[in-house]
Each structure stands twice: as C-alpha cells, then as structure tokens.
C-alpha cells in the first residue's frame, strides 16, 4: 500500500490525478470528439491493413504479413492511451486508479518496445529482399517470419515488468497530480518520497539500449541497401527499390525521432506540454498516418484495399 504524506497528515493514495490537457469545458468536449475521430479512423485505417492482407492472396508475403502484424500493434498502442484520455476529457475529478495506472505503464511501453523490434525486424526484410534478392525466398521462410513476429512482441513484453514493478514499490507523497494524459515515469519519479537516483539512472539505461539497439540495426541496414540501390543500372529499377523503403523509413523517422527527443533528452517542469504534443506525435499520430505512408505508393496494397472496399 503507498502512502500520500504531507506535513499534516497521512493518507492513503487511491489513484493519481491525470491533469491531461487543462481546458474549460467546452475545450474538453472539443478535444473529445477530435481524439474520438482520430482514434476511429486509426482503428479503421490499420484495420483495413490488415484485412487486405488477410483476403488477397498476392500480399501473402513476409513484408505485407510484417506489415499486418505493425498494424495490429498500431491498434493496441494507441488503444493504451486514447480511450483513458477520452474518458478524462468527460471527467470531472481525471481519476486513474493506482493498478490501472501502473498497468497502463506497462502496456504502453511494451507496446512502443515491441514496435522499436517490429521496426528493426521489417528493415532486415528489406535488406534481404534488396540486398540478397536470389536468396530471398529461401531465407525469409514462412517460420523465420513467424519466429521473428514472436520473439518481437515476446522480447517487447518483458524488457519493462522489472523497473516498473520496482517503480510501483516506491511510496509517493505530496500531489497525486500527474501533468500528462498519461502515466509516464519522468512524473512518477517525481511524485515519489525519495529522490531515486539509481532508479532514474537504470530507467535512462535500458530506455538507451532498447532506442539505439534496433535504432543503428535500422541504420546499418539501410547503408547496405542505399549501397545495393546505388548498384542498380536501370533508373526504374532504383526508383522501385526506393519506393518500398521509403514508407518504413518515414515511419522510423517520426517514431524514433519523437521518442528520442522525450525520453533521452534533458526535460523539466516547465516543459510538460512539449512532452504531451511530442507524446501524441509517436503515441496518436503515427498509428493514425501509418496506414497512408504504407499504402500511397504501394500500387499492390492500393488495388487490396480498393478490392476489399468493393466487397
């Protein structure tokens, strides 16, 4: 049980207060129906992804089932955030319960981990299909597409239930409040008793290595294909080879852009409301686009959904 203390009393803490995004009344009914559209038209554009994939049998292939699989992701990451925040903008007290807290935490960051893993892995299926276009077929199997979908949402999964079972160990006193729409560390930690440095310290550490990790793989891996591009005689030939990279590179841009900029950059109090507009570009905005960025130039996912809207 964590304790709320002040000079005066000691109460217990039932939950913390998400300020989200302070408004009058009228703004908070406005914020409503605008997430509520976008939360909507995310869930219908990353669905329709998906079913395409599903029902037309010429995108059965390890980039589109990649692809389906990130869109399902997509529906569960801004599911994790959006329809609390939806529920706070018609609250009157913006009340998240301790647990539920904690438990959103923990699927946020899961699921912005496994999409750090899902891009790395979507950028080495690039690699191989431009860089080892004979071999392609033979090393991109059916299993090792399988194996490469579980072992991202399985390694996403688990690299955060420690620093945050610590975190929801600490005892928290002074303000429930938390100046977010969602319930991030940096807030947590301040809200905590005690300073804890060591905690901050290995909080900054594996956010690090799960960032640079899949960060300079994606990196590396597109050195060898722009290499492999570069090497391609015909100008068509370039132009294609570029035309299904460019979508993932523009998504790891904003993705891994945003994040870095929230999470390994210096932050103070005074800069919460660029957290909050940083975090719904990566949190909200990115799954919304996605679905646009991987299918305005992908003449086969254009003619599935096209086919799929006609059925």
């Known amino acids: 049980m964590k304790t709320l203390s002040s000079p005066s009393n000691l109460s217990t803490i039932s939950g913390f207060i998400l300020l989200g995004f302070p408004c009058p009344r009228e703004g908070q009914i406005l914020l409503f129906v605008l997430f509520f559209v976008l939360y909507l038209l995310t869930l219908m554009g990353n669905s329709s992804i998906i079913c ?12 589109y089932l990649l692809l389906a699989n990130f869109s399902f992701l997509e529906i569960w990451y801004v599911t994790s955030t959006v329809p609390n925040m939806l529920a706070n903008f018609l609250s009157d007290t913006k009340v998240i319960s301790f647990s539920g807290c904690f438990l959103q935490f923990y699927f946020f960051f899961s ?4 999409e750090c893993f899902f891009l790395a892995v979507m950028a080495f299926d690039r690699y191989l299909a431009i860089c080892r276009p004979l071999h392609y077929p033979a090393l991109m199997t059916g299993r090792l597409c399988n194996i490469l979908v579980i072992s991202c949402w399985v390694l996403g999964f688990l690299w955060f239930p ?3 079972i610590i975190i929801s160990q600490m005892s928290f006193c002074g303000s429930r409040i938390i100046d977010h729409f969602v319930c991030d560390p940096g ?3 301040s809200l905590s008793c005690s300073r804890a440095p060591l905690m901050e ?3 900054t550490i594996i956010m690090s290595i799960l960032l640079f990790t899949p960060f300079l793989f994606i990196m590396g891996s597109y050195m060898l294909v722009l290499r492999a591009v570069f090497k391609v005689p015909s100008r068509d ?5 570029l035309s299904t990279c460019g979508p993932h590179m523009t998504v790891v841009s904003l993705f891994y852009g945003s994040v870095m900029v929230m999470y390994l950059s210096p932050t103070s109090e005074h800069e919460a409301g660029m957290q909050k507009l940083v975090t719904l570009l990566y ?16 003449k086969d996912m254009k003619h599935a959904i096209r086919k799929l809207m006609k059925t």
Do not use: C, E
């Not at 395409?52 to 292939?61: E, F, G, I, S």
């Not at 949190?283 to 992908?298: A, D, F, Q």
């Open 201 to 203: 310290f290995f909080w």
């Open 111 to 114: 699921l912005g981990s496994t």
């Open 162 to 164: 420690v620093p945050i």
């Open 52 to 63: 395409a994939v599903r029902w037309d049998q010429k995108l059965h292939t390890p980039m």
């Open 187 to 189: 807030p947590l930690l």
């Open 237 to 241: 030939g370039r132009r294609k080879a």
């Open 283 to 298: 949190s909200v905005i990115t799954p919304l686009i996605n679905p646009v960025i991987y299918s305005l130039r992908n």
